[in-house]
């Protein structure tokens, strides 16, 4: 019954902003966009700012549901074998392309389960070290890494989390293997850099941002092409001489198999003017990201996207021959 | 004096009319959901978040708290009235509560149980405004290797939860642990025990086990012997505590107010401890041990207080690192962003109305939960009159729902089933649920640092005692053992944990 009460005070909350509600055609009742992760974190804040402002253009609410576990491939696998009919959509990041073959046994068939509505936004990452690590810029943590390779610590936030991927990856460039610590989450490997437990994490800027600029943590780089408006003196990776480190965790949205072209392309016309809100530009500036372009906010964008990433992580998680089942 | 301004400035923002209506929304909210078995906080809050919107960022947080905070006062009525308890801390609560209630004094355990947690909220709310930053610090000192030690601690006491055979409780903790295997291995991504199914990749749902062991097999127990239940309703005496409760209750809150509000400063999951090692402490110093677990009120005061105390002081790491000390606080800073503030260790300087207006609505909430609670009392003990064939189903249609909330997920609600029909043949073979779900919860969590603990030492176990305080802990684990064990001490256990 609460259940029901909240949802109908939802409704009515999100009913009196959006105004009008006489769409034509689809969508003609609310639309639930599965988030495969848990409420609060990174990726369910992207979607549901999303969300919030796709509403008030399509003028039917869009409920944000968290199905997570599995790495996000329980909820994937639930909007694989949902409906077709545009009402089921899936918001997933980078982990849509690296559970491929991060997972040998998947429920669905990551290239051809799903249709495309668009690229929402690519999260930059930064590399971070606990406040009173030596090195003081990017060189001289390769260097001194290399040095101290036994000694070193590289948190992550478990197995096909982004930073897990990202901390791969650094390895990977600099060709030297470290002593990896797995989190379960965010939080606690956080916690861990900010007690000075454990060393290094590469970690999406959602989560760092507010501890580099606060002095409890020390950042060494970001990932993007451009220097943040957010962190502006952070170098880049390229700029610091690992230009291979370039890497986002890009979001995108997703429906089944089968949805219509004309509402995958609605949504994607939707996506594209939400992605211009001030209101999200600003918030996403905040977590230093940007929302896509509208050549990305594509169905066509988002599927080359997914290709090549799928392409790109495979041989890096098969050289480290971890998998998550 | 800087925190005379502040704290000022925290009534003044947390006393606004519409501030105190969201106070008021939330707590009322959240004892609604505790009440309600099986739904639980984190449901309730991610279902509220789309709400949140649309209101000022600090009438949102403080709303969100007082749902927290107030799903703990409620979450302890379903534990006392019908054993089902929504979540680790409560499953405390249960053992002695419910027993209470069963002796016609179900109104005594609920006002209790809401006088401790008042008096454990408001100590706990002057912690976290004096002392919170250099709190924080101290928790930062805690890493894998301390938390390895303290769940060690942890484990150890854990036989004093048994009433009945030693033997069957240690027994229960293991199955505990072994339940808690269950899952993908965090370290290296393999699946364990999963028997194939994609759902248990995670793990067992704590609230599906909790509601199965406890209220389903309890529902089951009392459907074969309606007797039972007709005794507790018959016997109903007075609603408030006696003048003897008053003088038991008293040390144990005080008690179950310090432990819970150390623990709770722990990010790495201190506060989990906290109900079950207050009731540790008071069983073990308490002069008639042997009532415990057939209706103690000191086993009521101090885990209710502690866990009220733990609940209240989780809110430090969020407060001044910005990090989540458990999923609720995941929630709130999911909410803080969705409303432009990135919470970091930097929230107090840069937002100091929100930060001390939180602080200030804690108080304030816990006021409102204590007058709210107390005349609800009445009400809540004349559930217990309602026929049981009308009760039950409801009981079962309400968890089924809360379960379902938790993940969305069908499985859970099987779970739930599985589990209701071994917590009954548990029941038959006189073992308890209790130490069962503290092997559960702790197992993880000590797999976890040991296995952490050890890769950071690369292999070299005097990690655990290079570091003080870890060997501070290691020292006390050992001493409650050698108190278990000592032979004149041994005497008096066996008195005690005879078979009933």
Request: glycine share 10%.
């Amino acid at each position: 019954m609460l259940k029901l009460f909240t949802s109908l005070a939802a409704t009515a909350a999100i009913a009196l902003i959006s105004g009008s509600a006489f769409a034509q055609g689809y969508p003609e009742r609310s639309i639930t966009m599965v988030v495969p992760f848990a409420a609060g974190g990174p990726t369910d804040t992207v979607t549901r700012l999303v969300a919030e402002s796709m509403s008030k253009d399509l003028g039917q609410q869009i409920i944000v549901e968290n199905v997570g576990g599995a790495g996000g491939t329980l909820g994937a696998s639930q909007v694989a074998k949902a409906d077709p009919d545009g009402y089921t959509l899936l918001l997933h990041h980078i982990g849509m392309a690296t559970s491929a073959t991060l997972y040998r046994k998947l429920p669905y068939d990551t290239l051809n389960a799903f249709e495309y509505v668009g690229l929402v936004t690519d999260v930059p990452m930064t590399i971070v070290a606990k406040k009173d690590f030596e090195p003081t810029d990017l060189k001289g943590l390769v260097e001194y890494v290399k040095a101290n390779a036994d000694k070193i610590t590289l948190a992550n936030a478990g197995i096909g989390a982004a930073s897990h991927l990202c901390g791969m990856l650094f390895m990977s460039e600099i060709k030297t293997p470290l002593t990896t610590v797995p989190y379960k989450g965010t939080g606690p490997a956080m916690t861990d850099l900010l007690g000075g437990q454990v060393d290094l994490m590469c970690d999406q800027t959602t989560n760092t941002t507010k501890q580099i600029k606060g002095g409890t943590i020390k950042a060494y780089g970001v990932t993007s092409a451009k220097r943040l408006d957010a962190l502006p003196d952070v170098p880049t990776v390229a700029e610091a001489g690992l230009p291979g480190m370039q890497v986002g965790i890009w979001h995108g949205i997703y429906a089944p198999k089968g949805t219509p072209a004309e509402v995958t392309q609605k949504l994607s016309g939707s996506l594209q003017k939400a992605l211009k809100d001030p209101d999200i530009i600003a918030r996403f500036a905040e977590l230093g990201t940007v929302p896509s372009t509208d050549a990305e906010a594509t169905p066509a964008g988002l599927k080359s996207k997914l290709e090549s990433e799928v392409t790109r992580w495979k041989p890096v998680i098969e050289a480290a021959g971890q998998y998550a089942d | 004096m800087d925190l005379l301004n502040n704290l000022v400035l925290g009534f003044a923002t947390a006393a606004s009319p519409y501030n105190l209506l969201f106070c008021f929304i939330g707590v009322i909210l959240g004892t609604l959901i505790g009440v309600l078995p099986g739904i639980g906080a984190t449901a309730t809050i991610a279902m509220l978040l789309p709400i949140t919107f649309q209101l000022e960022p600090v009438s949102s947080l403080i709303m969100l708290a007082g749902i927290y905070y107030g799903a703990q006062y409620g979450g302890s009525t379903t534990a006392i009235l019908i054993n089902m308890p929504g979540e680790s801390s409560s499953a405390v609560t249960a053992i002695d509560g419910y027993q209470m209630a069963r002796k016609g004094r179900a109104g005594a355990a609920l006002s209790i149980a809401a006088i401790g947690s008042f008096f454990a909220g408001t100590v706990s709310t002057i912690l976290v405004a004096v002392f919170a930053p250099p709190l924080t610090a101290v928790a930062l000192r805690f890493g894998s290797p301390e938390y390895f030690s303290l769940m060690i601690v942890g484990l150890v006491s854990s036989v004093a939860l048994a009433h009945g055979s030693v033997v069957k409780a240690l027994g229960m903790v293991v199955l505990g642990l072994l339940l808690g295997l269950v899952g993908t291995d965090i370290y290296t991504g393999t699946p364990r025990f999963n028997l194939g199914i994609l759902e248990l990749s995670d793990g067992l749902n704590f609230v599906a086990l909790a509601v199965g062991v406890f209220g389903i097999a309890e529902i089951l127990r009392n459907l074969e012997n309606e007797h039972d239940r007709d005794v507790m309703i018959k016997k109903v005496t007075n609603l408030w505590p006696t003048r003897q409760d008053w003088k038991e209750m008293t040390a144990p809150i005080l008690r179950g107010t310090v432990i819970g509000s150390a623990l709770g400063i722990l990010p790495g999951g201190g506060a989990i401890l906290a109900s079950f090692a207050s009731y540790t402490v008071e069983k073990r110093i308490s002069n008639t041990p042997g009532e415990f677990g057939k209706g103690a009120v000191a086993g009521v005061a101090g885990p209710e207080s502690a866990n009220n105390a733990g609940a209240q002081t989780s809110f430090i790491p969020m407060l001044t690192l910005g990090i989540p000390a458990n999923p609720v606080m995941a929630l709130m800073i999911g909410a803080m962003i969705i409303q432009g503030i990135v919470p970091g260790p930097n929230v107090a300087t840069e937002q100091p109305a929100l930060f001390w207006g939180i602080i200030a609505s804690m108080w304030i909430g816990n006021l409102m939960l204590i007058l709210l609670n107390l005349p609800l009392i009445g009400l809540w003990v004349k559930l217990l009159t309602i026929p049981y064939y009308m009760l039950f189903p409801a009981i079962i249609a309400f968890c089924s729902i809360g379960v379902y909330s938790v993940n969305s997920n069908v499985f859970d609600l099987y779970a739930v089933a599985f589990f209701g029909l071994i917590g009954y043949g548990l029941a038959k073979l006189r073992c308890e649920p209790a130490p069962l779900l503290l092997g559960f919860v702790l197992g993880p969590l000590l797999e976890e640092h040991l296995r952490r603990a050890m890769i950071m030492s690369r292999g070299d176990p005097m990690t655990f005692l290079n570091r003080p305080i870890s060997l501070g802990l290691l020292l006390l684990a050992a001493a409650v053992l050698v108190v278990v064990l000592l032979p004149s001490i041994r005497k008096k256990r066996d008195e005690v944990f005879v078979e009933d």
